[in-house]
């Protein structure tokens, strides 16, 4: 028998009709499962390998297992392979570090052994590996781990951030969260103030992109009443509405260069004026900022100014875009998938393995919000326990195709509309279902008061 029948056929195990094939069994275990012939070369590779390891089956099967598992003992009389091979010693749980596809180590623990027919002629040897990282002491105890339960990492990079994050939120410093748009810096921006001292006090939130330059600084700073036509009323701004709390300022790239200068002085001596006031206001508020611009280039065009950037720059930290976090992507689809199935009501199980390698190997120019936004349109498209490729948004598979190589700019993310696409697979799968409640909500999935609920939100009437 060749020991790749026995893997891939797996239908007459010890001469009997097997009921439910080894190679589902072995699919769904945690640990990664690597066959190898006599040669070395890799007849196969199971579900927890490819996701351990980056790699597809299809890219590993008839490769030399060290081209795949690489580890510092590749090539060495320490390979556990060659142990087994070589001396017929099985061995068991050594701890190496291997890297994957994406040049990121992951310790694992390996055990190899020889496989060998009934006759004890060696026909390979398999080696299993399993995922140490959960394992591993955690950078943060319990308590902090529910502060952090929104933000999924296994990203060496971003774990340190989070290490460091409680020491910094306590120091009450200025921050400044830096990355690419969708990379989770409002996120860690909350998360920053409920690690520090001010958790109790307001968290406010202002984006200056958002609000017009003629505005950002009574926005900002509030106003005295008379102070222009339409003040007819003294106004908080929203430095006093964070008063003993968190002040957020997002896009902080886009402050006009007036309005640079005031915040400066707020920064320097904790004082500011209100607009058209006289007296002069004492702020207890934590700064922290965000920016998706690079701030240096801004200094240099002359739209951001030198001393402010030093002044909120106490403590930078700058979060890495998604495609150089890849590890990630499996832990977040996850994440997600258990947020949208409770949000949509949805008992969706997984992705099949061809959906869930177009997301492994997409690139996320969006980012973590884009990863989110793919998954939330293919929950509400999906109507069975699994999604497949034909229910991601269609640039998606249109960026598949023209397949951007790891590193290189995908092309730019096509935007869709969650509620305009939710609404008109509500109206479809009522107008197929002549408007029967029941059926629809069955077609789609979900139960009859999520139904009931959907129509109201998006007032359909009949
Ligand atoms: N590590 C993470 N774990 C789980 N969810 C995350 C993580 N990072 C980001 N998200 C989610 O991704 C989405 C985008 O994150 P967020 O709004 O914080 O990004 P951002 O950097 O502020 O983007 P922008 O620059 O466009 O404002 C949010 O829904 C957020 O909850
Ligand atoms: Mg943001």
């Given amino acids: 028998m060749k020991i790749r029948d026995c893997f891939e056929k797996a239908s007459s195990c010890m001469g ?7 190679r589902m069994v072995l699919d769904n ?5 690597v066959a190898m012939d006599k040669g070395g070369s890799i007849v196969w590779f199971n579900r927890a390998a490819e996701k351990i390891t980056g790699f597809s089956k299809e890219e590993v099967l008839g490769r030399p297992c060290s081209n795949v598992l690489q580890t510092d003992l590749c090539g060495t009389d320490a390979c556990p392979l060659q142990q087994t091979f070589r001396y017929h ?6 701890e190496v570090r291997i890297t994957n596809k994406w ?7 390996v055990s190899t052994a020889l496989i060998k027919d009934n006759e004890g002629n060696i026909l390979g040897a398999v080696e299993t590996f399993r995922d140490l990282f959960m394992a ?69 939130v202002v984006n200056c992109g958002a609000i017009p330059d003629t505005l950002i600084e009574s926005e900002l700073f509030g106003y005295r009443k008379g102070a222009f036509t339409d003040a007819r009323q003294n106004k908080p ?3 006093a509405l964070a008063e003993g709390g968190t002040l957020f300022l997002d896009e902080i790239g886009d402050l006009p260069l007036e309005t640079q200068v005031k915040l400066l002085r707020v920064l320097q001596g904790g004082e500011y004026q209100p607009l058209g006031g006289t ?85 996320y120019p969006g980012n973590i919000r884009e990863l989110e936004n793919i998954l939330e349109y293919a929950t509400i498209v999906c109507k069975r326990f699994q999604i497949e490729p034909r229910h991601f948004p269609p640039y998606l598979l249109q960026a598949k195709e023209k397949s951007p190589s790891p590193g290189e700019a995908a092309p730019p993310h096509a935007g869709f509309d969650m509620a305009e696409m939710e609404k008109e697979e509500l109206l479809k799968a009522l107008r197929t279902h002549r408007w029967n409640r029941q059926a629809a909500a069955k077609a789609l999935g979900i139960s009859r008061t999520t139904l009931w609920r959907k129509i109201r939100k998006f007032q359909i009437v009949s």
């Fill in 16 to 22: 009997k009709e097997c009921p439910a094939p080894c």
């Fill in 29 to 33: 275990v945690a640990d990664g499962i």
């Fill in 89 to 94: 010693r099985n061995v068991a749980n050594l």
């Fill in 103 to 109: 040049r990121r180590e992951t310790p694992v623990s």
């Fill in 136 to 204: 591993e002491a955690h950078p943060f105890g319990i308590e902090e781990q529910s502060s952090f339960k929104n933000i999924v990492t296994n990203n060496t990079r971003m774990l340190s951030i989070l290490h460091h994050l409680r020491d910094l939120a306590l120091s009450d410093s200025p921050i400044l969260l830096s990355g690419e748009s969708g990379t989770g810096k409002e996120l860690l921006a909350r998360a920053i103030h409920e690690l520090s001292r001010r958790k109790r006090g307001p968290y406010v």
């Fill in 237 to 239: 701004g929203r430095f």
């Fill in 279 to 363: 007296e002069t206001l004492r702020a207890d508020v934590r700064i922290i900022t965000a920016t998706n611009k690079v701030l240096l280039d801004q200094i240099k065009g002359g739209r951001f100014r030198e001393d402010l950037y030093y002044r909120i720059n106490v403590v930078q930290i700058d979060i890495p875009p998604l495609r150089q976090r890849r590890e990630d992507i499996p832990l977040l689809m996850r994440h997600f998938l258990e947020r949208l199935n409770l949000k949509r009501d949805k008992t969706i199980g997984g992705l099949s393995p061809e959906a869930e390698r177009i997301l492994l190997d997409h690139n």
